[in-house]
T-cell receptor, first 114, second 111 residues
Framework: DTGVSQDPRHKITKRGQNVTFRCDPI?????LYWYRQTLGQGPEFLTY????????KSRLLSDRFSAERPKGSFSTLEIQRTEQGDSAMYLC????????????FGQGTRLTVV | QKEVEQNSGPLSVPEGAIASLNCTYS??????FFWYRQYSGKSPELIMF????GDKEDGRFTAQLNKASQYVSLLIRDSQPSDSATYLC???????????FGKGTSLLVTP
């Protein structure tokens, strides 16, 4: 499978715990994005990487959230001290640098904070 | 003001009819416009993009862009029950990297 891969697909955690999600983009894609989607809403942009550089962060990305892409390949999104409001689908997407930024999404990680 | 607006629906059309989905956006500087399809519980799937005024056709899908009026639409010809899904309109942000999504329009194609 050469698409965007996310792990885990589902995560249930207790409030206050830390969680980490992983995203492996399409291999030749230099751009990587994280989005969050809640029920009935469209995806909301969280952050963007070009290679290993984090170039843009949404104000939605509070100080409890951190994302890394250490070698310009896979990326991780960590949420510290989870809250019930963090329950959502976390989507990763990737695109090429050149041309129109057609972003292809992974299957997402569904987080439930109890 | 929401940057990308879509009617949430549901839009119901009979099988074989043309489904018309509309989207308006507020940022006149936007250059690229995307339509995604999302089945319940699944991730968004890119259908097509458009960046020039006019029409762009791909199979049963036609995207239409009118930058002066700040709207983009998606026509689905010969609608099939398998087209029943939520259709998300996305517009590139000021930075050019991130996409701003609408809430999506739910489409139901009835046999």
């Amino acid at each position: 499978d050469t698409g965007v891969s996310q792990d885990p697909r589902h995560k249930i955690t207790k409030r206050g715990q830390n969680v980490t999600f992983r995203c492996d983009p399409i291999s030749e894609h230099n751009r990587l994005y994280w989005y969050r989607q809640t029920l009935g809403q469209g995806p909301e942009f969280l952050t963007y990487f070009q290679n290993e550089a984090q170039l843009e962060k949404s104000r939605l990305l509070s100080d409890r959230f951190s994302a890394e892409r250490p070698k310009g390949s896979f990326s991780t999104l960590e949420i510290q001290r989870t809250e019930q409001g963090d329950s959502a689908m976390y989507l990763c997407a990737s695109s090429l640098v050149a041309g129109v930024p057609e972003a292809f999404f992974g299957q997402g990680t569904r987080l439930t904070v109890v | 003001q929401k940057e990308v607006e879509q009617n949430s629906g549901p839009l119901s059309v009979p099988e074989g009819a043309i489904a018309s989905l509309n989207c308006t956006y507020s940022d006149r500087g936007s250059q690229s416009f995307f339509w995604y399809r999302q089945y319940s519980g699944k991730s968004p799937e890119l259908i097509m993009f458009i960046y020039s005024n006019g029409d762009k056709e791909d199979g049963r899908f036609t995207a239409q862009l009118n930058k002066a009026s700040q709207y983009v639409s998606l026509l689905i010809r010969d609608s099939q029950p398998s087209d029943s899904a939520t259709y998300l309109c996305a517009v590139n942000s000021n930075s050019g990297y991130a996409l701003n999504f609408g809430k999506g329009t739910s489409l139901l194609v009835t046999p």
